[in-house]
Every structure is written in C-alpha cells, then in structure tokens.
C-alpha cells in the first residue's frame, strides 16, 4: 500500500511529534517503489541506504529541532536534470551517464533543509525535451492510470512518481509546460511558478530565459508547502528575484470574492479535444455558481506561441548544451583530434530529439536567418506578453484547459516529432511571458485525468492556489490508482 495516506502537513505533523519515525516512513516508500516501480518505471538513480541514513540522522534530532522542519521526514523525487551531489544525475541523456555533480541544486538543499529525504530522481525526456517522456534513453515511464498511455513530459517520472503514491513531493522543471502538462495527464497539482521565483541553480540549462522549476504534488495545500519552501532570492542565481515571498498556505483558504476570469476563445477551439473541453468547461460551469464571473477574451497571438517557441527554445538549448563536448562532462569517445572528439561524442550521447533541436537551434542562430527567424520569434513572444497585459486590466486569470488531448498511447507520436509540439499549445505562452501558471484535475474522462489551467499576472501564486484549492472542492475525483 502507499505510505502517502495524509497530507504532507499531517505526515510531518506526526514525524515532528515523534508519532511515526522518519525512519519508517522513509522504508515504507522504498517498499512500495520495489512493488509498483516495475511496472511505472518513473524513477531513475535511488539509493535506499543513503536515504535511510538521513531518516535516521533526522529522527536523532531533539523535538526542538524537528518542530521547526516544514516538511519533516518527507519522502520528495527529484527530476534528474537537477543535480545532486550523493545520486547521480543523467538529465535522461547518455552522455551524462553516471555523471556526479560536485554540489547539489539550490531547490533540492532547501527542501533538505525542511526535512524532506531525497528517495529518487525521476525519468524525464532528454534535457527536457518532450512531452512524453518517451525521450529518455533509460526508457519511457508509464501512466499510473492507465499503463499503455504516456504521463506526459517532460517531467514525466516526477508525476507519474507522485500519482502512483511513492512519493507526496516531486521537484519538476518547466520550460514550455513540463510541469503542468505531466500534472494534468496524471491527475495531479502542478506549478510553474513566476520566472524568477524559484533558483535555478544547479538546474541543468535547457532555455535558460524559460525554464523554472516548481513542485509537483497530490494536492494543492501540498503544492503550496513545497513551493514555499524553494521560493524566494538565492544570491547562486542572478535571475532569481528579490521579492518577497508570501505565506501562501495561509493565505490558502481565504476567500475569493468577485473573481474575474478570463475565457481565451483561442484556447477553447481548433486543435482542442472536444472530451477535454467539455470537463473544463465543466468546472468553469460550477464555478459560476460559486460566484465567480467568467469573461470571454481575445488573446490574438496565440496562434503563433507554439512556433515561436519551438525557435526560441531550441536556439537557447543549441548554445546551453555546447557545454556536453565530451571534455568536462560525462561520456568521451574518444578520438584523434579534438573535433572528431566533438562529433563522435555528441553523436553517441545525444538522442535523436536533443540533436534535431541542437540543429533547429544553430540554423535559427546562424547568419543570414538570425533575422528572419530568431528575431521574428522574439517578436512575437512581446507580443504574446502583450496580450496578456492586456487580459490582466480586464480580469484577474485566465483559464485555459492544461494540455489539449487526453494521455495519448505510448508510441503513438513516436515518428512525428510536430504532433509531440502541438501537445504544448495550451502551456508554452505561460512561459515566453514568464508568468505563473497551474495545472490542477478538472475531472476524468473515461478514466483518465483531464487539467485545467490556471495563468496569472506575475508572483501572483498565491491566488492561482486559492482557485487551485476551489477547483478542488467541486471537482468530484476517483480514488488514486491501486498498482
Ligand atoms: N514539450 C516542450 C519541449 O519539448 C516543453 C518541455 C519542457 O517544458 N521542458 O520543449
């Protein structure tokens, strides 16, 4: 059985007063990863010992102590693309096979500072690139829900960990929705939380004007808890703010009165599945009884977001990943002279998605198309930010289904790498204007989980949770997957 049977708050709650030893949790979640493990694969370097060792450090700690760890004991999955000093960390790439990083990501050292055990790090696509998590050269993680489709990506492991119940908390990082869009297809909270908002230190860079990291969990009181704990200035990231950071599990039940949403025609038509859109416009329905106005709104560049993402991220990624040259890190084939070092190791270590957008990448960046391509995309990303200032003076959110398609089958885009890109369509504008966005289940549809979206102005997480946690009380859900 899953040892995730209360809220973190409660689990922490009773590891602080000495109710359960951080000890047994800890073992109870490494027995339940050996039982369902096989048969998800979600996760990727583990070490059972290792994290027995800081339960059993923790539980020696005086109550005084304990009392003021936020997440006491906890037992959190962590995304191999950020890197650990005692896992290794792969990115779900062959070149960083058996790669140990000589410090640990800012993130991972906050949550650790609380109490939270690190138990695994989790399947991912390639440095981050896809929608499936069926680029992972170690093999692609399946939907708890339902085996045969995908748990979406790329922080597919991370989700898919969380909703088959072996860990409460996952870290996640999104760059055109890989936290939401795997929330959504697994049937649980996810956030991208405000660029800047979160350290991406020790993240490994995908598109570093893109990527955030933002937790991942069952619940949205359990999703605020982790994002308080990582948000917030670290001097180790010149992007990270210096904003403050509100209380946002106090804040979470706060009212909200006369909240105005915005209903983007764009998102709710062409290319959106009609099942998918009839559960979100579900929840919106009860919302409205609940007394919430739902503004209908014209975002006119929306059209054009998955385009220019596909040629600002890829020209970001093709300069980031220069740095897998077969020298510093990871694997080396060797060779005679330097360049054909180069070749031969990027050629052996780099799947086929990571190398078609190095390539994406260097021709959009290169002479002659830098204009006509790389600038026209930035172009359009002001524009997509503009429309959304313009949202901002007439409603509060905006609403928009997570992904636009139910979990797919596993295989199913293998070969036509656009379809996989059209999975972002509802997700990637949050990112090219850098703002927070959340992901929580609006409902299931023959047996498989449905998100809804939730896109606000910038370091407004806290009211995206409190809507999160309305969503929560008239979405009626189906118990979690037995596995
Ligand atoms: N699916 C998108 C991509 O492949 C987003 C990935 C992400 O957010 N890391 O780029």
């Known amino acids: 059985m899953s ?41 990727l370097a583990h070490d059972e010992e290792l994290a027995m060792e800081k339960a059993r450090a923790l539980d020696r700690l005086p109550l005084s102590e304990r009392r003021e760890l936020r997440l006491a004991g906890i037992p959190l999955v962590v995304k191999d693309n950020l890197v650990t000093e005692d896992l290794d960390t792969t990115a779900g790439s062959r070149i960083l096979e058996g790669f140990r990083s000589p410090y640990t990501a800012s993130v991972v050292k906050r949550a650790e500072e609380q109490g939270a055990i690190v138990v695994a790090k989790s399947n991912l696509d390639e440095f981050g690139m896809g929608s499936s998590t069926e680029h992972s050269v170690y093999g692609p993680t399946m939907n708890p829900w339902d085996f045969s489709r995908v748990p979406g990506g790329s922080s597919g492991g991370s989700a898919a960990a969380v909703a088959a119940g072996m860990a409460p908390l996952a870290l996640g990082s999104d760059t055109g929705g890989s936290i939401r869009q795997p929330a959504a297809f697994c049937g649980i909270v996810g956030i991208k939380p405000t660029y800047g908002r979160v350290s991406r230190y020790g ?31 670290d001097p180790l990231d010149a992007t990270s703010a210096q904003m403050p950071v509100p209380d946002y599990l106090a804040q979470l039940d706060r009212p909200l009165q006369g909240l105005r949403v915005g209903v983007p025609r764009e998102y709710f038509g062409d290319g959106i599945d009609a099942n998918v859109k009839m559960v979100v416009e579900d929840v919106l329905e009860r919302l409205k009884q609940e007394g919430v106005s739902m503004v209908e709104i014209d975002m006119p560049h929306t059209q054009y977001a998955v385009a220019a993402y596909y040629l600002l991220a890829p ?22 002279d330097l360049r ?23 021709h959009v960046l290169s002479a002659g198309y830098y204009d006509q391509y790389y600038v026209r995309a930035q172009k359009v990303r002001a524009l997509i930010r503009r429309d959304f200032e313009r949202a901002f003076e007439q409603v509060d959110l905006v609403v928009t289904p997570s992904a636009p398609e139910l979990p797919f089958a596993l295989g199913s885009r293998a070969d036509d790498p656009m379809k996989m890109y ?14 927070p966005a959340l992901s929580v289940p ?18 407004s997480e806290d009211l995206l949770l409190r ?13 979690w997957p037995k596995l």
């Open 3 to 43: 040892p995730v049977d209360d809220s973190v708050k409660g689990m922490a709650e009773r590891v602080k007063t000495g109710q359960i030893s951080a000890q047994s949790l800890v073992s109870s979640c490494f027995q339940y990863i050996r039982q369902v493990e096989p048969k998800v694969h979600a996760l």
């Open 203 to 233: 993240l490994i860079a995908y598109a570093s004007s893109l990527d955030q990291v933002g937790p991942l969990a069952r619940t949205v009181e359990d999703t605020a808890l982790l994002l308080q704990v990582i948000s917030g200035h």
């Open 315 to 336: 020209a970001e990624a093709s300069s980031n990943l220069s740095r897998f040259d077969g020298v510093r890190y990871g694997l080396r084939v060797p060779a005679g």
């Open 340 to 362: 054909t070092l180069y070749q031969r190791t990027r050629a052996q270590g780099m799947g086929d998605e990571v190398r078609r957008r190095v390539l994406l990448g260097t």
């Open 422 to 435: 059209l999975s972002d369509i509802c997700t990637v504008t949050a990112n090219l204007a850098g703002l």
């Open 442 to 459: 609006a409902g299931f549809e023959s047996g498989l989980p449905v998100g809804i979206q939730w896109i606000g102005p910038a370091w």
């Open 467 to 479: 809507v999160g946690r309305m969503v929560e009380r008239v979405v009626v859900r189906p118990p």
